[in-house]
């Protein structure tokens, strides 16, 4: 059985598929400044909880040395 041009057709398919999927940012100006902007702040807002998790491991880590010094055994003429 001749299949004739059924690859010409898939192709000419996979062609219409691939323009219609091609195109660009489907959002407006002000979609795009409203977006880039909420986008920043969760990135400002995830960059501060970043530093206060840093900030809290390194005081604590300060504290932990300053509690190792005070429990550590002092050595009198044993």
Do not use: H
């Not at 323009?19 to 977006?35: P, V």
């Not at 909880?49 to 005070?70: P, R």
């Amino acid at each position: 059985m001749a299949r004739g041009n059924q690859r010409d057709l898939a192709r000419e398919k996979n062609q219409k598929n691939a323009a219609k999927n091609k195109g660009g940012n489907k959002k407006d100006g002000y979609e795009q400044a409203k977006s880039k902007l909420s986008d920043a702040e969760k990135m400002r807002q995830k960059q501060a909880k970043a530093d206060a998790e840093k900030e809290l491991a390194a005081a604590k880590a300060a504290q932990e040395k300053i509690d190792a010094k005070a429990k550590k055994p002092t050595q009198l003429g044993a």
